[in-house]
Structures are given as structure tokens and as C-alpha cells.
């Protein structure tokens, strides 16, 4: 089964300093992994996936994260936060075994941008 | 013009009533999904359709019933409301067309409460 694990529930992190939200899963097979970012009140919203290839994905708002099979890890990052970063952070993967496997979310990082 | 839409946005009713949450997507997906976030933020797929048929159910009580009546819509019915079904149900789309790399577009959600 696959699964993924967010170990903070919390980040917080000074406006200007560089950003991490980890993420680690597991799965049998190669994994299709994404993250999802939700502000209060509102639906996910797609940041990046890893598919295939270069271990290094950019995404939207300045984001990227780094695919590391040997840690099978899959960290969310940012060079320099800013305060309006500050919201719930999802990680998710997906197994390409057939088209209807589940999406399987982690439970989520909240991270906050202090001024 | 919004990509997916849910309505109702708020759903407020008492224990043992019946409810349907409506979902539309116009972004020419053919494959739709109901999830469930309870209130630690948990996220979990309940159901997923593709071209009108259903591929994923989880392990959900048979009171919840999808219904999609073309590719560009999915509703939730739920019978016999329970104080655990209080929620936050969001809908999603996505192209699959045995593709599972493809990334997921969420609604706003519906707040579901059951006094």
C-alpha cells in the first residue's frame, strides 16, 4: 500500500529565509508525486509534480522540490518565503500501475511566514 | 469563470436528514473525484469517476451515493445524516485516459454540518 509521511505539523519560518517542508513515502513501485498547497477557506491548489527525469521540479509561486530516491523523500522548498507562502501544505503520491489507483494525500504541514 | 464549482459552499442540517452536494467542472476532464477533510485537515478519496463510470469507491458507508450524470458533473448524495459526517467535502478533476500523472484540480469545497 502506498503511503505517505509529512513528520511537521508546523513550520515556521522567517519572511526572506529559505523554506522546507518535508515530505518522505512509500510505495512499491515508482511513484508519481505532487504537492498541493490550501489557503484558509479555499480548495488544493497544484504546485509541482516529479513524473520522470530530473530529480529537480520547479513549480508555481517560486517553489521547487527535489525528488531523492535513496531517501525516497520528496521535499518541498523555497529560496526565500514570503508571508503570503503561509498556508497548509500537502504532499501526495500516486502509484502509475492503472489509471485508478488513489491519489494518497499526506496529512498536511502548516506553514507559517513570519514578518 | 471558475474551473470546478460546488454548491452548496455551506450545508448546515440536523442528524438523520437526507443531502446532495452538486459538482461541475469546465475544463473538459473526464475524470471526477469526491474527497473527504475532516477536521484535523485529513484529506481522503471517497469516490472517483471516469467517463460517467465509477472506478474508485473506498471504504465509505453506503448512506454516501455519487451519481454522475455526464462527464462534466458528479454529485454526492448522503442519506441518513450522522453528526460524524461533518466535513469539508471537496470535489476535483482530472484528464486520466490511463494517465495517473496528471495533476488534480480542486473546488472551493462544501462545509457540511450535522447538528
Known amino acids: 500500500a502506498q503511503s505517505v509521511a509529512q513528520p511537521e505539523d508546523q513550520v515556521n519560518v522567517a519572511e526572506g529565509n529559505p523554506l522546507t517542508v518535508k515530505c518522505t513515502y512509500s510505495?512499491?513501485?515508482?511513484?508519481?508525486l505532487f504537492w498541493y498547497v490550501q489557503y484558509p477557506n479555499r480548495g488544493l491548489q497544484f504546485l509541482l509534480k516529479?513524473?520522470?527525469?530530473?530529480?529537480l521540479v520547479k513549480g508555481s509561486y517560486g517553489f521547487e522540490a527535489e525528488f531523492n530516491k535513496s531517501q525516497t523523500s520528496f521535499h518541498l522548498k523555497k529560496p526565500s518565503a514570503l508571508v503570503s507562502d503561509s498556508a497548509l501544505y500537502f504532499c501526495?503520491?500516486?502509484?502509475?500501475?492503472?489509471?485508478?489507483?488513489?491519489?494518497?494525500f499526506g496529512k498536511g504541514t502548516r506553514l507559517s511566514v513570519i514578518a | 469563470d471558475t474551473a470546478v464549482s460546488q454548491t452548496p459552499k455551506y450545508l448546515v442540517t440536523q442528524m438523520g436528514n437526507d443531502k446532495s452536494i452538486k459538482c461541475e467542472q469546465n475544463?473538459?476532464?473526464?475524470?471526477m473525484y469526491w474527497y473527504k477533510q475532516d477536521s484535523k485537515k485529513f484529506l481522503k478519496i471517497m469516490f472517483s469517476?471516469?467517463?460517467?463510470?465509477?472506478?474508485i469507491n473506498e471504504t465509505v458507508p453506503n448512506r454516501f451515493s455519487p451519481k454522475s450524470p455526464d462527464k462534466a458533473h458528479l454529485n454526492l448524495h448522503i442519506n441518513s445524516l450522522e453528526l460524524g459526517d461533518s466535513a469539508v467535502y471537496f470535489c476535483?478533476?482530472?484528464?486520466?485516459?490511463?494517465?495517473?500523472?496528471?495533476?488534480?484540480?480542486f473546488g472551493p469545497g462544501t462545509r457540511l454540518t450535522v447538528l
Open positions: 510505495v512499491s513501485g515508482n511513484p508519481y
Open positions: 469517476y471516469n467517463n460517467k463510470e465509477l472506478i
Open positions: 476535483a478533476s482530472s484528464h486520466l485516459a490511463g494517465s495517473s500523472y496528471n495533476e488534480q484540480f
Open positions: 475544463l473538459g476532464h473526464d475524470t
Open positions: 501526495a503520491v500516486r502509484v502509475p500501475i492503472s489509471g485508478n489507483t488513489p491519489l494518497v
Open positions: 516529479y513524473i520522470t527525469g530530473d530529480n
